[in-house]
Each structure stands twice: as C-alpha cells, then as structure tokens.
C-alpha cells in the first residue's frame, strides 16, 4: 500500500485547508484511513480517522472536534480531510495512514505516508 499525502502549505488562522491522500496499491486490505499530525519533540497525535465500510466511526481528536471532516471516495483511492478555522496550534506535519483495522492508535496502522507540512499563521 503506498500513500501519498498533499496539500499542506501557509495559512492564516481562521482559514480552511483540505488535505489529499491517495491511497493505492493493495487497498483491499485497508479498512481505516486516518490522519495523524506531529510536531517535533511531541507525540504523534491522532486527528481523525474513517473506515472503508461505514460502519465504524468516522472518529476525531479531541484537539480538532467539530473543527475537521473527514472524508473518502466511494473507490478508496483518496481520502481527505477538510480543516476549518484553523490556529497556530494546528501547525504540524501532517500523515495519512493506512490500516487493515479501525483504529484511532498510531500503532495500528501499517502504512504510512510521507507527511504534508501545514502552517498557520496568527
């Protein structure tokens, strides 16, 4: 499974951003797509994640609740997640990554991404 993440870049605070992840190679056994952020010398941080068949979540950090969505293709091919009024705490490097479970831990999920940066800017 490979995944390839875009749409990072220079905001200010209060904008929106989506963010791609394209998903392909052996998608059969992927069934949660998440989004995960980290900032140097912290944690990796859970965002929000989606599963293939609906039937689970989707499910979101605490830190962005109410603030991010999101969504798939009917394909699975790609994966986004919208963010809205974003802050200066949402600057981070962003990672989308694939699982063969639904999960909201990093440790659960297999593949991984390259990481698009996000900044905003107060």
């Known amino acids: 499974v490979q995944l390839q993440a875009c749409g990072g870049g220079l905001v200010q605070a209060g904008d929106s951003l989506r963010l791609s992840c394209t998903v392909s190679?052996?998608?059969?056994?992927?069934?949660?797509m998440g989004w995960f952020r980290h900032v140097p010398g912290k944690e990796r941080e859970f965002v929000a994640v989606?599963?293939?068949?609906?039937?689970?979540?989707?499910e979101y950090g605490d830190s962005v609740l109410g603030r991010v969505i999101i969504s798939k293709d009917y394909a699975w091919n790609t994966v986004w997640l919208q963010m809205n009024k974003v802050a200066p705490e949402d600057t981070a490097t962003y990672y989308c990554?694939?699982?063969?479970?639904?999960?909201?831990?990093?440790?659960?999920?297999?593949?991984w991404g390259q990481g698009t940066l996000v900044t905003v800017s107060s």
């Open positions: 989606i599963s293939r068949s609906g039937d689970n979540g989707p």
């Open positions: 190679g052996h998608t059969f056994a992927v069934n949660g």
């Open positions: 990554a694939a699982s063969t479970s639904f999960s909201t831990s990093r440790y659960a999920f297999e593949w």
